[in-house]
């Protein structure tokens, strides 16, 4: 999902912030407002408690009322503002307020004295009101003597237009405030991401001032919060392959340069002195110059080799091959190399199965044994091993190495490089072992260097064992 995580985030907590502050300032509103209808419903209860305290029956069963309405504030005032009505269990009215006058009846609705109804109505005089209703028991006129009864219903109302005013200003209040929270919030939240985003604002500001020129930065980790230490430790550890591989790059191109400016130089200097004196030309120009244009050839070829596979363009067409025999052609390829250098070979490689791209294969073999003819000591001997482990079948070529160091064997797999003591000078341009390394990966193979004493240089290569029986030796 596309967006800015700041904006999605004020998004998110204004919206959380605002529906939790309303339904907070709600149910504040109504718990206020209940308050507030408890608090009328209690002077409601008092006065109707007092009212049935003076109903009394008599022996006869009749219901008398010793009430006046100058008892009680708000039935006797000039705007009555109370009322009450009472009738027997048939529901016919045995009283009412004098406020009633010959207004209509009160609604006849009750409750029982512990749980009583309480109601809005609208009041005789047509204003709006609030009124309880009761069901209780008279008690005897005279103390002691026992007189039939039966329920009574009393309903006592009150104008609420206090009570109304109140709740409105309630609501305003409640309003007002949580207008004034929301805007708050509405303003908070926004500078409290700002500030809490700062350092991720500040690491972005940093990341983008990166090129090609500051590739040795580093983000500093000590001032970050937890969240963005990771992030920032991830950034240095990119940071650092970026800049080795940058480093890479820049030794390759300058390596590349170097390595065809001398034969570019030769080619130039037959050229022109064939330009020069072309009556004097030697016989040997043609040849010096194709010389030259093959070592050329194979420079850039080998190039593009590594390209391919570093792009993922070299594909493997793996099939069963038998190392010993791929082994034995490698050798006779170069038996003419090792005899120049008076190099021979101690082969023992034992037939077996194993999964490999029989073009590659023989690449990756040749580029061995020529580096091990080319650098190893004039008249040594070059030791090819193979044996099948239960880890796959392991392929070992070794050979003296005077003037490695154990240091050297980390680099010798990069293009380009060469040992200056040992490895300079001729049409070797230090490819060879990228090769084998890129050309391994593509078959799923794996090739590790180490140097044994003493001062033996060991490549060492690792394949999968075929299902197939060893010793079966591949097909052509």
Not at 62 to 76: I, Y
Request: glycine share 6%; net charge negative.
């Amino acid at each position: 999902m596309n967006g800015s995580i700041r904006r999605r985030l004020t998004v998110s907590l204004l919206s959380t912030l605002f529906v939790v502050f309303a339904a907070g300032m709600v149910a504040l509103h109504f718990a206020v407002r209940e308050e507030f209808i408890e608090s009328f419903d209690q002077a409601l209860a008092t006065e109707a408690r007092a009212i049935s305290t003076l109903v009394t029956v008599r022996a006869d069963g009749t219901v008398s009322l010793a009430f006046s309405d100058k008892f009680l504030r708000g039935f006797d005032d000039d705007v009555a503002s109370d009322f009450y009505q009472l009738w027997d269990a048939d529901g016919g009215s045995l009283a009412r307020s004098e406020s009633l006058e010959d207004k209509p009846d009160l609604p006849m609705k009750a409750g029982s004295m512990k749980k009583p109804k309480y109601f809005f109505l609208e009041l005789p005089d047509g204003k709006r009101g609030r009124g309880i209703g009761v069901r209780f028991e008279p008690r005897p006129a005279i103390k002691g003597t026992k007189a039939e009864s039966r329920p009574l219903t009393l309903v006592v109302a009150a104008h609420s237009g206090r009570l109304d005013e109140e709740l409105r200003e309630l609501l305003i209040e409640t309003g007002t405030w949580a207008a004034a929270l929301l805007l708050a919030v509405g303003l908070l939240v926004p500078w409290l991401l700002h500030l809490g985003l700062k350092p991720l604002d500040r690491l972005a500001d940093e990341v983008a001032a990166v090129d090609a020129s500051t590739l040795d930065a580093r983000f500093a980790t000590g001032a970050l919060p937890l969240e963005l230490t990771p992030i920032a430790t991830k950034l240095n550890a990119f940071m650092e392959r970026l800049e080795a591989s940058f480093e890479r790059e820049r030794r390759v191109s300058a390596a590349m340069a170097h390595e065809l400016r001398t034969p570019i130089a030769e080619l130039r200097t037959l050229a022109e002195s064939a330009l020069r004196w072309p009556d004097t030309r030697p016989p040997a120009t043609d040849a010096d110059a194709l010389d030259i244009a093959r070592q050329m050839e194979a420079i850039v070829s080998r190039m593009l080799a590594l390209a391919r596979s570093e792009s993922g363009q070299l594909a493997a067409a793996r099939q069963p091959a038998n190392p010993a025999e791929h082994v034995r052609r490698a050798w006779q390829s170069l038996e003419g190399a090792a005899a120049a250098r008076r190099a021979s070979a101690a082969i023992e490689v034992e037939p077996a199965q194993v999964e490999a791209d029989p073009a590659l294969l023989h690449s990756i073999l040749v580029n061995l044994i020529e580096n091990a003819i080319e650098y190893g000591p004039e008249g040594g001997t070059i030791r090819i091993t193979g044996t099948a482990q239960a880890d796959g079948y392991r392929l070992l070529v070794a050979n003296a190495a005077p003037d490695l160091t154990p240091t050297d064997t980390a680099h010798l797999f990069e293009r380009f490089w060469r040992k200056e003591a040992a490895r300079s000078g001729g049409v070797h341009m230090g490819l060879g072992l990228a090769l084998v390394r890129e050309f391994a990966r593509a078959m799923g193979w794996e090739v590790h260097a180490r140097l044994e004493p003493p001062q033996t240089l060991v490549i060492a290569l690792l394949a999968p064992l075929q299902a197939a029986s060893a010793g079966r030796p591949d097909p052509g």
